[in-house]
């Protein structure tokens, strides 16, 4: 599955609030996103850019597939249908 080309900041951080990350602080354009569980919390930035960068998408789903223990590619599907 690809990565969307025209996924906006705001867009991404909708979906990654489905998954279970809140809002935790704003600094300028970018949004960090908390999701806490027993072990330790996770975080991760989002910039609120228009349209994100592949390279950017790619590093920001990457890092949660990392956090959740799946592959890119199973998230991808969870996030993007």
């Known amino acids: 599955m690809r990565l969307p080309r025209d996924l906006s900041g705001e867009e991404l951080a909708k979906k990654l609030q ?13 949004l ?18 228009k349209n994100l960068r592949v390279g950017t998408l790619n590093a920001i789903v990457s890092d949660v597939s990392r ?5 890119k590619l199973e998230l991808l599907r969870r996030l993007f249908g």
């Open 18 to 30: 489905a998954l279970g990350f809140e809002p935790t602080r704003q600094t300028g354009s970018h």
């Open 32 to 49: 960090r996103l908390t999701r806490k569980s027993p072990e330790a919390d996770s975080h991760v930035t989002v910039p609120l850019h």
């Open 67 to 71: 956090q959740f223990g799946v592959s």
